[in-house]
């Protein structure tokens, strides 16, 4: 989709790709045709980014790698080759820096990024405290869907307030495309003209229903932005700061 010596594609940051885990896919098979879609729409790289949320039974993160490599092996066999990352999706609690200090949580693949989800009638104080909370023990929160939480729809000023503070942000491709519905498109649309979107996710989580589709996202924000911004989120940024490419070249 980018040229034929592009080392990538579309890098999808949120998924639920796992089987069995949360409330995504549900089956290794279901894991495999949810690849396969990926795959068709262009996309290179997954993040995996299954749900943490403190007091439930959650995957262990050397258990989300072990998965990963179960899946790619199989994809091997079936002549797939998209390439998956470890990450998660925290449902934030209040001594989570405690937790991803001793690993109890997963960051991003990078170390240092952490996907952040609240209760979509989140309070926009208890959300902007937990933000700097996280960075001030030096992680980079990136807000998971920020096209979700009302406080944040609502107040004109509160986007443009987080991405000062630090935080990052990530939109899901069904919000762009208005499959998520009118007032996420509208919100989203406004986000990409004030080019507040750090990065794009499917937030896939199955093979029937909320599949991993982004190629007419992708098509819209090529329309609307300019190749440079598009360029850098859909792929560039999460190439370069959570997958740690410049890291792993230095
Ligand atoms: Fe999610």
Do not use: W
Request: with cysteine; glycine share 8%; proline share 3%.
């Amino acid at each position: 989709m980018f040229g034929r010596d592009a080392p990538h594609s579309i890098i999808d940051t949120h998924c639920h790709i796992i089987p069995g885990v949360d409330d995504g896919s549900r089956s290794m098979q279901e894991t495999l045709k949810m690849l396969t879609i990926a795959s068709d729409e262009g996309i290179s790289d997954m993040i995996a980014t299954p749900h943490y949320k403190r007091d439930h039974r959650n995957i262990s993160t050397a258990g989300i790698s072990e998965k990963l490599e179960q899946i790619s092996e199989l994809e091997k066999e079936i002549g797939l080759n998209v390439k998956l990352h470890a990450g998660e999706e925290i449902y934030y609690f209040s001594d989570l820096s405690e937790a991803l200090r001793n690993g109890q949580v997963a960051t991003m693949p990078d170390g240092g990024h952490v996907l952040i989800e609240f209760s979509p009638m989140e309070n926009y104080i208890v959300i902007r405290n937990a933000m700097d909370g996280i960075l001030s023990s030096g992680y980079t929160p990136i807000l998971a869907h920020i096209e979700r939480y009302e406080c944040i729809v609502r107040d004109d000023d509160a986007a443009f307030d987080l991405k000062n503070m630090g935080v990052e942000v990530q939109v899901n491709a069904s919000s762009i495309t208005g499959a998520a519905g009118a007032a996420a498109k509208r919100f989203t649309a406004g986000l990409l003209r004030n080019r507040l979107i750090d990065f794009i996710g499917t937030d896939s989580h199955g093979a029937r229903e909320r599949t991993p589709e982004i190629r007419k996202c992708a098509k819209l924000i090529y329309k609307k932005c300019d190749r440079e911004y598009a360029d850098s989120i859909l792929f560039g940024r999460a190439y370069e700061e959570l997958l740690a490419y410049k890291a792993l070249t230095r």
